[in-house]
């Protein structure tokens, strides 16, 4: 696609259940990230590809997070056993080697 | 670790003022920088970047110099409209063979009064 693409835009789940939260890069970027952004706060790096290497994790605040990209292209972000606090937009970019990272809309989270 | 601190907002200027939203980093080796903006209601967009040392990033009437002697990067604007206000978000990529990852500062919202 001309852009990287998010899905859903809004998701409002109860505090417990699991949530998957999907991006669609630009197509052939090697690098994809996920970043969340609370109220109020900037943006928290949470989990980090490029290209066929180990992911840099060191972001993700707990292991009810987790994240996978298939194929090198499409990525999920999966929170287990939701969390009030995990209330937040969660962000995805995608990038080619040393250039500009190119921004989703986001995904705005809302545990009730 | 690397990090990005800016300048806490908000800032609220009148319409042509001069801007300054001040910028440094801590970083190992020659990182790239960049300055983001989010307008209200929109998704992140790279506004300008400068990827070595005593490079001047520009655009839309912005700019911003890569400082490595004072590890800064502040973004000017020497005369600011109403359209301009939005949240401004300084960043770094580690440099080296690969793409590390973005490291953000917190974000600056900017106010611009008519």
């Known amino acids: 696609g001309a852009g990287v693409s998010q899905s859903p835009s809004n998701k409002v789940t109860e505090k417990g259940k699991d949530v998957e939260l999907r991006c669609d890069p630009i197509?052939?970027?090697?690098?994809l990230y996920w970043y969340r952004q609370s109220l109020g706060q900037g943006l928290e790096f949470l989990i980090y590809?490029?290209?066929?290497?180990?992911?840099?994790k060191s972001g993700l605040p707990s292991d009810r997070f987790s994240a996978e990209r298939t194929g090198g292209s499409v990525s999920t972000l999966t929170i287990q056993r939701t969390q009030q606090e995990d209330s937040a937009v969660y962000l995805c970019?995608?990038?080619?080697?040393?250039?500009?990272?190119?921004f989703g809309q986001g995904t705005r989270l809302t545990v009730v | 670790g690397n990090s990005v601190t800016q300048m806490e907002g908000p800032v609220t200027l009148s319409e042509e003022a001069f801007l300054t939203i001040n910028c440094t980093y801590t970083?190992?080796?020659?990182?790239?920088l960049f300055w983001y903006v989010q307008y209200p209601g929109e998704g992140l967009q790279l506004l300008l970047k400068?990827?070595?040392?005593?490079d001047k990033g520009s655009n839309k009437g912005f700019e911003a110099t890569y400082r490595k002697e004072t590890t800064s990067f502040h973004l000017e604007k020497g005369s600011v409209q109403v359209s301009d206000s939005a949240v401004y978000f300084c960043?770094?990529?580690?440099?080296?063979?690969?793409?590390?990852?973005?490291?953000f500062g917190k974000g600056t919202k900017l106010s611009v009064k008519p």
């Open positions: 970019a995608s990038s080619l080697a040393r250039t500009e990272a190119f």
């Open positions: 197509s052939g970027h090697t690098a």
């Open positions: 590809f490029q290209g066929n290497s180990a992911p840099d």
């Open positions: 970083a190992t080796g020659y990182p790239s």
């Open positions: 400068a990827t070595k040392a005593d």
């Open positions: 960043a770094l990529s580690e440099g080296g063979g690969s793409q590390g990852n973005l490291i």
